[in-house]
């Protein structure tokens, strides 16, 4: 098994944003849809591997205009996502 090296916090709208756009399957889909109803963020871990390939599903939606009218908070998620690619950081503080 892959070792699960990225921990990323994310809200429930970036959740459902990388359900809608982000191609997801297998580990990293199924801990997206356990998403417990009552709990606004939380921390999901995913591979270096699975991180890119959804930076690239997510920014892909985006210059395709795949993602319509949630362009703009697709293009947020994929700088957070970015920023804790780049630096190993995934709190969402970066984001306020």
Same mark, same amino acid.
């Given at each position: 098994?892959?070792?699960?090296?990225?921990? !990323?916090?994310?809200?429930?709208?970036?959740?459902?944003? !990388?359900?809608?756009?982000?191609? $997801?399957?297998?580990?990293?889909?199924?801990?997206?849809?356990?998403?417990?109803?009552?709990?606004? !963020?939380?921390?999901?871990?995913?591979?270096?591997?699975?991180?890119?390939?959804? !930076?690239?599903?997510?920014?892909?939606?985006?210059?395709?205009?795949?993602?319509?009218?949630?362009?703009?908070? $697709?293009?947020?998620?994929?700088?957070?996502?970015?920023?804790?690619?780049?630096?190993?950081?995934?709190?969402?503080?970066?984001?306020?």
């Amino acid at each position: 098994m892959a070792n699960l090296t990225e921990r !990323i916090q994310l809200t429930r709208e970036h959740r459902d944003l !990388i359900l809608k756009y982000g191609y $997801v399957s297998g580990r990293l889909e199924t801990s997206l849809l356990r998403w417990p109803k009552e709990q606004a !963020i939380r921390r999901v871990g995913m591979t270096r591997v699975e991180l890119q390939w959804l !930076i690239g599903d997510l920014s892909h939606s985006c210059v395709k205009g795949k993602a319509g009218s949630d362009v703009e908070a $697709v293009a947020d998620l994929c700088d957070h996502l970015e920023y804790a690619q780049q630096t190993g950081d995934g709190d969402l503080d970066m984001m306020w």
